[in-house]
C-alpha cells in the first residue's frame, strides 16, 4: 500500500504563492498518474491538478487554471503543486492522491490512494 505524505501549506496572505509536496512511499511511483484535490469547509471535494506517469499531459481545474502548476519528480517520488496569485477562496484541505492508472484523471473516483492532506488558508 502506497503512502502519501504532503507538505507545504500554510497560511498566506492573497496574491502570495505556496509549493505543496507530496512524498510517495515504494517503487511504483513513476507507472502513476497523481492528482491534487482540494475540500473547503461544508463543500464537496474539489479537483484541483492532475498529471501523467511521465509528466507529459497535465490537466487544472478552471478555477485554478494560469495560476496553479503540477509537476512531478519520478527519481525523488514526489508530485508538486505551485500555487501562484493566492486568493481566498483558494483556502482549503489540499489533498495529494495516486491514481489507478498512468494517465491522468480528474474524476476522484479514479485515485485509489489518497494522503491526508495539508491546510492551506488564504487572508484577505
Known amino acids: 500500500q502506497v503512502q502519501l505524505v504532503e507538505s507545504g501549506g500554510g497560511l498566506v496572505q492573497a496574491g502570495g504563492s505556496l509549493r505543496l509536496s507530496c512524498a510517495a512511499s515504494?517503487?511504483?511511483?513513476?507507472?502513476?498518474?497523481m492528482g491534487w484535490f482540494r475540500q473547503a469547509p461544508g463543500k464537496e471535494r474539489e479537483f484541483v491538478a492532475a498529471i501523467s506517469w511521465s509528466g507529459s499531459m497535465t490537466y487544472y481545474g478552471d478555477s485554478v487554471k494560469g495560476r496553479f502548476t503540477i509537476s512531478r519528480d519520478n527519481a525523488k517520488n514526489t508530485v508538486y503543486l505551485q500555487m501562484n496569485s493566492l486568493k481566498p477562496e483558494d483556502t482549503a484541505v489540499y489533498y495529494c492522491?495516486?491514481?489507478?492508472?498512468?494517465?491522468?484523471?480528474?474524476?476522484?473516483?479514479?485515485?485509489?490512494?489518497w494522503g491526508q492532506g495539508t491546510q492551506v488558508t488564504v487572508s484577505s
Open positions: 515504494g517503487r511504483t511511483f513513476s507507472n502513476y498518474g
Open positions: 492522491a495516486r491514481s489507478n492508472s498512468p494517465i491522468a484523471t480528474i474524476t476522484s473516483g479514479d485515485y485509489a490512494s
